[in-house]
Nanobody
């Protein structure tokens, strides 16, 4: 079983930066696709960013140019650097992992991931 623990959320003002971290268990972290999703009150969980096993990255249009997802396999950790934060970025941010070897579904879909973290709150004030 894989466990994911997010950290780094908090309350910031618009225009500020924040770096979220997700620490994962498992000996095969380097083979996992990792992603960040977010969910605001009253809204569905939405895709933010993903990174595959080879380092390829994918971003939602709403965060392109402002967010960077990265991973350090030696630390079993994935990061989400968020810059120029906006009030609409306010949400609970969740880390997710796709651990199945050879999986080829869309990394944009919540259904693609088999493990999820507990979430970390990001609040951006005006």
């Amino acid at each position: 079983q894989v466990q994911l623990v997010e950290s780094g959320g908090g309350l910031v003002q618009a225009g500020a930066s924040l770096r979220l971290s997700c620490a994962a268990s498992g000996r095969s972290f380097s083979t996992y696709a990792m992603a960040w999703f977010r969910q605001a009150p009253g809204k569905e969980r939405e895709f933010v960013a993903a990174i595959n096993w080879s380092g390829g990255t994918y971003y939602a249009d709403s965060v392109k140019g402002r967010c960077t997802i990265s991973r350090v396999n030696a630390k079993n950790t994935v990061y989400l650097q968020m810059n120029s934060l906006k009030p609409e970025d306010t949400a609970v941010y969740y880390c997710a992992a796709r651990t199945k070897f050879g999986a080829s579904g869309s990394l944009y879909s919540t259904y693609e991931y088999d493990y999820w973290g507990q979430g970390t709150q990001v609040t951006v004030s005006s």
